[in-house]
């Protein structure tokens, strides 16, 4: 199994431009979320997913959108890219549901100009 | 919704002593706390989780206690070793149906 496996590693976007944050994982899942890392702010959840077809807000939702069309993918997109979203972004899984471990993908490091 | 208070943010000790993270929880419908550990320029990894129902679990040198009445839990690990050093995360999941994790303790273990 591959895990969670997201791409790209590094991204650096100018103002306003839309990108998507690929994150996928093998393990049949059903639970999805999308964090971002910020210094000294610990990681705080964008949005995430109960199964295919089911998303929802997390704490920081604006700016991105989620949509969840298939079990293993959740993409994430950024609309119109901000300084304030330069972070760095952890897609995670769990078997279930946020009462079980969550399985990290590596990260992307977004950079916004 | 709930809010997960971290201390101390840094954490400095001398390797063989024992190091303690605290959290605090606002909601009282939590019901599950697990810690996560971060290496640098790594993901972040489970290494212990509590259950509501739990009052104390160990796993060798790591131990979660919790106090429900308090609204706190907290981390400890004996006989710190060097590989100890990293960024520690407590977290609490409860009827939101998310987890809200605290801003991290950065644990530096001494040789």
């Known amino acids: 199994n591959a895990g969670v496996t997201q791409t790209p590693k590094f991204q650096v976007l100018k103002t306003g431009q839309s990108m998507t944050l690929q994150c996928a994982q093998d393990?049949?899942?059903?639970?999805m979320s999308w964090y971002r890392q910020d210094p000294g702010m610990g990681l705080r959840l964008i949005h995430y997913?109960?199964?295919?077809?089911?998303?929802d807000q997390g704490e920081v939702p604006n700016g991105y959108n989620v949509s969840r069309s298939t079990t293993e993918d959740f993409p994430l997109r950024l609309l119109s890219a901000a300084p304030s979203q330069t972070s760095v972004y952890f897609c995670?899984?769990?078997?279930?549901?946020?009462?079980?471990?969550?399985?990290f993908g590596p990260g992307t490091r977004l950079t916004v100009t | 919704g709930e809010n997960v208070e971290q201390h101390p943010s840094t954490l400095s000790v001398q390797e063989g002593d024992s190091a303690v993270i605290k959290c605090t929880y606002s909601?009282?419908?939590?019901?599950?706390f697990p810690w996560y550990k971060q290496e640098l320029g790594k993901r972040p990894q489970l290494i212990i989780d509590?259950?509501?129902?739990?009052g104390e679990k160990k796993d060798q040198r790591i131990a979660v206690t919790l106090n429900k009445t308090a609204k706190h839990f907290s981390l400890h690990i004996t006989e710190t070793q060097p590989e100890d050093s990293a960024v520690y995360f407590c977290?609490?999941?409860?009827?939101?149906?998310?987890?809200?994790f605290g801003k991290g303790t950065k644990l530096s273990v001494k040789p």
């Open positions: 909601d009282s419908a939590s019901n599950y």
């Open positions: 977290a609490a999941g409860g009827s939101q149906g998310n987890l809200i």
């Open positions: 509590i259950r509501s129902n739990v």
């Open positions: 995670a899984s769990s078997i279930r549901g946020h009462y079980y471990e969550q399985y």
């Open positions: 997913s109960v199964g295919a077809g089911i998303t």
């Open positions: 393990m049949n899942h059903e639970y």
